[in-house]
């Protein structure tokens, strides 16, 4: 089992969660961005060994999006902060 520690909430079962996949993603302009840089954004994810920063839903609670900082190789969270904020380490 593993704790998600919901901004809003608090920590909670995975269970009651939605991974979103990578966070921070900038859109490009739509007008002006080319084909490849297009593609790029929409489907081509990083995938990290180690801390990444990752989109979660918590769909069973406040049913809110938030970022999460987790290591993809141990699961541990070291941090959890809401929508349109940076992560911690980047403030
Ligand atoms: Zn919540």
Same mark, same amino acid.
């Given at each position: 089992?593993? =704790?998600?520690?919901?901004?809003?909430?608090?920590?909670?079962?995975?269970? @009651? +969660?939605?991974?979103?996949?990578?966070? /921070?993603?900038?859109?490009?302009?739509?007008?002006?961005?080319?084909?490849?840089?297009?593609? @790029?954004?929409?489907? +081509?994810?990083?995938?990290?060994?180690? *801390?990444? /920063?990752?989109?979660? +839903?918590?769909?069973?609670?406040?049913?809110?999006? +938030?970022?999460?900082?987790?290591?993809?190789?141990?699961? @541990?969270?070291? *941090? *959890?902060?809401?929508?349109?904020? =940076?992560?911690? *380490?980047?403030?």
């Amino acid at each position: 089992m593993l =704790l998600i520690p919901c901004p809003h909430c608090g920590p909670r079962n995975d269970s @009651e +969660f939605t991974p979103g996949g990578e966070a /921070h993603i900038a859109r490009p302009d739509p007008q002006r961005a080319g084909d490849s840089e297009w593609g @790029e954004y929409l489907y +081509f994810r990083q995938n990290i060994k180690g *801390a990444q /920063h990752e989109r979660w +839903f918590h769909a069973q609670g406040c049913r809110r999006w +938030f970022n999460v900082t987790r290591d993809s190789i141990t699961h @541990e969270i070291t *941090a *959890a902060y809401r929508m349109g904020e =940076l992560p911690p *380490a980047a403030r």
